[in-house]
């Protein structure tokens, strides 16, 4: 939902595309023009929705209907109303722990019991399918295929990465650090291949007192 709204000229066509997917993640985002006008073009190329990732960002679940009824209320609301939103995912996570997310709020359902047993009475609703296993939601979903229809050969001489032997640099490349610290940057004194290699350095572990990792 923070991306490009005009996002039809990226398709690549309804013969090479199974599934459309988008991310609400904040409460303006259930409601905002470009999430219905999503819906709606899905529904006008025949291809079903999946919520690929979800959480509500700046409510979290602590504070019990008044969660529940900022976020979730809508966003299962949102659920119901189009028939073409087949699939939702729910990120589960306390987003505080980490800095650059401190204020998006813990997410974590059993962290409140009014909000989890809302929840958990939602997915009791019909309109849901539960499965056990893999194999198991394929045969919900009707499908009886075990493997993937699709295999295509990289030829061995073909770069398949931007920069891949690190000689720009780091141009191409960016990095993440959950919980810990680390300096990403380029070795040249004794290099794996070429003139240079990528180098990590770890700082400080994610590590409570205590527990390993």
């Not at 998006?104 to 056990?132: F, I, M, Q």
């Not at 893999?134 to 073909?158: C, H, I, K, W």
């Not at 810990?180 to 794996?192: H, K, L, M, R, W």
Request: aromatic letters at 14%.
């Amino acid at each position: 939902m923070g991306g490009d709204k005009n996002y039809m000229p990226f398709y690549p066509g309804d013969d090479v595309v199974d599934w459309w997917g988008i991310n609400p993640f904040s409460v303006e985002d259930l409601s905002h023009t470009t999430m219905l006008s999503f819906l709606n073009d899905a529904e006008q190329h025949q291809k079903p929705v999946m919520i690929g990732e979800s959480t509500p960002r700046y409510v979290g679940v602590l504070q019990e209907e008044v969660s529940w009824n900022a976020w979730f209320k809508p966003y299962f609301e949102l659920i119901h109303a189009h028939s073409g939103l087949k699939m939702f995912c729910y990120i589960n996570f306390n987003w505080a722990d980490f800095q650059q997310w401190s204020d998006w709020g813990d997410c974590r359902l059993e962290k409140n019991a009014v909000v989890a047993g809302h929840y958990n009475d939602e997915l009791k609703a019909t309109p849901y399918l539960h499965a056990s296993g893999e194999s198991a939601f394929r045969s919900r979903l009707g499908y009886n295929d075990t493997a993937a229809t699709v295999t295509v050969q990289m030829p061995y001489e073909m770069q398949k990465l931007q920069n891949g032997d690190f000689e720009s640099g780091l141009t191409n490349w960016n990095t993440d650090v959950w919980g810990g610290a680390a300096v990403f940057d380029v070795e040249q004194a004794s290099p794996i291949s070429g003139a240079r290699s990528a180098h990590v350095k770890i700082t400080q572990s994610s590590a409570q007192p205590g527990t390993s990792s």
